[in-house]
């Protein structure tokens, strides 16, 4: 039994970038999931594939960060770009050690932005590369005027500028971009910052590589330190079974015990935001930086015999459920989480699209971000939730998680998980003085918790029509099954 209260309509707009996604030249994501060439049978626009451009577009990404992730602190953007047949291969080094030939450069993570509709977010190389470098590439892709970088952007065949607002100067620099300091990395942030330029009309926001989970030490000297040359600060942190590394889970077959950490991690990211959100407070009380969780989302052993360095895993209504958890505690932080992104969009980590050759499939995962998208650019209604909880072996957390949103048309989403593996539960949603005459919902479960679609059986995990409630005045009484994603529209 729970009740949800809707508040007052709130006025802070959930941003849309909160939905936005992480693109990596890891394993099969870029190669073969996005790119794959223009000479090739798989149907495609300019070597992207058609398949997934439709399934992006579906679910209007806002924002797609790339080029990494680790591979970002070994990314040198001179070598992404000309003609094909003089771009140098690289070694791929953080991942698996396989050939980079860097066929995907600028250019054509770009023309994958517009194809999908969504705003580049680059991120720099700080770790391995030169000031000078960063400061080329921003004047590669925006600048108008006569300079060199000018001159050999028109040559590779683009005359107009790029518009290109994220950029970030690093990542996980406590790590593989440098293992620096904070300290340390606060002073080179600084410095390669003063060089991101605003050329014409184009305005950078600037985020700084932000902290590991809870290393709450790094926001506070990043803040403090740094805070005047930034627009954003990040933080990662991915949903595992366990806390120990050598502890990964089976991304499909798993028991309740499994399930439950599960759950109770994603939870955990509440607490992140509200921990690094109140740093960020003392220095920043009109919130004008944005926290950017610019890594998030499950991390599971690898799908057996597949390469361990590529990440590759299934995804089932375990990762469709974390997905809900993490896109309602961004939507209820949208004062200060401005922008989030789902590592990795294709065939690695909690992906939204697997692929196989030239087969295509839409993971449980995918179908939360298309019934959530109502919720981008929304503008937030608070609610109290008060709920029953969820206990196994004498822990507990609670079953239900939800938010709320009113768009432009004045259309009301409320968007609720069910934690509980096995039982029902009924809610009751407080309207008070809610205009609306109208309630119909979707929902996404299945019978077993480790349901996922395959591509020999695509759709086994997908939104149906959801009619289990009841609209009385002043309430909704919903009877929300076990383990699903509702969201409610209220018009
Ligand atoms: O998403 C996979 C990796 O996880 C990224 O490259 C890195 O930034 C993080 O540690």
Redesign the pocket.
Known sequence: MANIVLNARKKEKINKNIYGH?A?H?GRCIYEGIWVGKDSAIPNTDGIRNDVIEALREIKIPVLRWP?????DTYHWMDGIGPYEQRPSMINT??GGVVENNHFGTHEFLRLCELIGAEPYICGNLGSGTVQEMQQWVEYITFDGTSPMTELRKKNGRSEPWKLTYFGVG??NW???GNMRAEYYADEYRRYATYIRNYGDNKIYRIAGGASVDDYHWTEVLMREARHMMEGLSI?Y?TRVSKDWSVQGSATDFNENEWFAVMQNALYMEELVTRHSHIMDRYDPEKRIGLIVD?WGT?FAVEPGTNPAF?YQQNTLRDALVAGIHLNIFNNHCDRVRMANL??TVN??QAVILTEGEKMIKTPTYHVFEMFKVHQDAELVSLSVDFSDYTLDGQSIPRINASASIDKESKIHISICNLHPAEDEFITCHTANMDFSKVSGRILTAGEMNAHNTFENPSSVKPEPFYGFRQEKGRIDIEMPAKSVVVLTLE
Request: proline share 0%; with cysteine; charged share 10%.
């Open positions: 992480f990596e890891l990494g992730g680790c591979f970002a953080h991942w990542n996980e790590g593989c971009g990662h991915y890594e991390w990440l590592a990795q690695v980590l």
